[in-house]
């Protein structure tokens, strides 16, 4: 309960850890379900790519929006609707696979309406952050929540490999455990404490609200850089989860379905990984990890393109665990501890839009390897990364001796808290900060936690 772990001190927090657990675990595995079942009905790796198409079209479209709403209503009703509904809709789409009545439109529609609870869902647990958690306590809370995010991106795909290879689980029957996370995670999200939604006068449109977001992203040299880094790996990572149905089963003759056996590969590394690098996001090497993150997930591309049996893409499915893991852990820790609370719920839906753009961008992926190849599309894909991780190499050179924002998590840990800071914000909030919970360990914890922080300039 200190350090890097200081924020599980608070009783609250623990709770909305566990169901973000839980919930977004449902929400990943669907996602990564739908281009096998997809494959499985037609044979084609655009059609894989097609069926996600649906989630990326909803999240587009309702994911900043989300975020306006997250930092300005109540947040469990936003939660719950987030989660009652998906897990309704996952047990339909299980009956529908059992039953051998699925299709490749009912499979889109599907994908459709799980992108739309994720955007309710994804920023306001994030916003809900801020009012369950003391702000000294926040760079750990911070961390600790992309933990659980990203340890949903790893124990889902696990659970199902578990299910499918062990017990001969069907994909119908992994729908019906989707649905079930859900419902874990419901009484978690009804015993959180709800603070009152900001008052009608006090809001502004929803145009002014996220105009107000976009401009605070993009006025920030490192939440505009990570942003960009973010939208590009997110596409690119998501070509090996696009791919890899078909690859397995064209290259290597291995069933479709068995994909989950590289998922389970990967979910034991990137689970065994999370911890060490949970004590280290928040450190002075942060940037240097997600550099070198970067391009070890360059490196593991085109190792896959090149393998030549599935035993060996068994063994580069080991460091894909580590990079994606590792990608996707350090980048958005540093975009939420460089972020101010106030603006948690708005920057979370941008985040989301990366998830939007890699099912959206999805069959791009497909196309190509049905026009050019498999194992030349992933060639591609390496590359895209390589020139990615380089530039943000050279963008971090440039601003590291910046000053941190003051009142952001990253600001808070490393005592930078005073107006001097940094620059004053855009605008003043049209709405005051959510008051935190006062209820938490004394502040003398966080003498470790200071000790572990970032010194000024090093983020």
Do not use: H
């Not at 939208?231 to 397995?248: D, E, K, N």
């Not at 959206?360 to 050019?372: C, H, K, N, R, T």
């Amino acid at each position: 309960m200190s350090g890097p772990f200081a924020a599980f001190a608070a009783s609250n927090f623990q709770l909305l850890w566990g169901g973000t657990l839980f919930s977004t675990t449902a929400f990943m595995t669907s996602f990564l379900l739908v281009p096998i079942v997809a494959y499985e009905i037609t044979g084609s790796y655009t059609a894989s790519g097609l069926a996600l198409m649906g989630s990326g079209f909803s999240m587009l479209v309702l994911g900043p929006i989300g975020g306006v709403i997250a930092d300005r209503y109540a947040k469990r009703p936003l939660v719950l609707l987030g989660q009652i509904i998906p897990g309704l809709l996952m047990l339909g789409t299980g009956v529908l696979v059992v039953t051998d009545v699925i299709t490749l439109w009912m499979l889109f529609l599907s994908s459709l309406l799980m992108g739309v609870g994720f955007a309710l869902m994804g920023p306001a647990r994030q916003a809900w952050m801020s009012e369950v958690i003391p702000r000294p306590l926040m760079g750990s809370g911070v961390g600790l929540m992309q933990v659980s995010q990203n340890l949903a991106l790893v124990l889902g795909p696990m659970l199902g490999s578990v299910l499918l290879i062990v017990f001969a689980f069907g994909s119908g029957q992994i729908y019906f455990l989707i649905a079930g996370c859900f419902l874990v995670a419901l009484p978690l999200t009804t015993m959180l404490p709800d603070a009152a939604a900001v008052s009608a006068s006090a809001r502004r449109s929803v145009v002014r609200e996220l105009g107000s977001g976009l401009r605070y992203l993009w006025s920030s040299p490192r939440l505009r850089m990570l942003w960009a880094f973010w939208m590009v790996i997110s596409v690119c990572r998501f070509a090996s989860q696009t791919l890899l149905p078909g690859f397995i089963e064209r290259n290597f003759g291995i069933p479709a379905s068995d994909t989950f056996l590289l998922y389970l590969i990967v979910g034991v590394v990137a689970l065994v990984a999370n911890v060490p690098l949970a004590r280290m996001i928040s450190g002075r090497r942060a940037w240097q990890l997600l550099i070198g993150f970067g391009i070890l997930m360059a490196a593991v591309f085109v190792m896959g393109a090149l393998t030549p049996s599935f035993f060996a893409l068994m063994l580069v499915a080991i460091l894909v665990g580590l990079a994606t893991t590792g990608v996707m852990l350090v980048n958005q820790a540093l975009i939420m501890s460089n972020s101010r609370p106030e603006y948690f719920g708005r920057v979370m839906s941008f985040v989301v839009l990366g998830f939007a753009a890699q099912s959206l961008l999805a069959p791009i992926w497909g196309v190509s390897a049905d026009a050019i190849g498999d194992r030349e599309t992933l060639v591609i894909v390496g590359l895209i990364v390589l020139a990615c991780s380089v530039l943000l190499a050279v963008g971090w050179l440039r601003i590291r001796g910046m000053p941190l924002e003051a009142g952001t998590p990253a600001a808070l840990a490393a005592g930078e808290n005073s107006p001097e800071a940094a620059p004053a914000p855009l605008e003043p909030p049209s709405a005051p900060v959510p008051v935190f919970v006062a209820r938490v360990a004394p502040v003398a914890r966080m003498g470790r936690q200071k000790e572990q922080s970032v010194p000024a300039g090093g983020d």
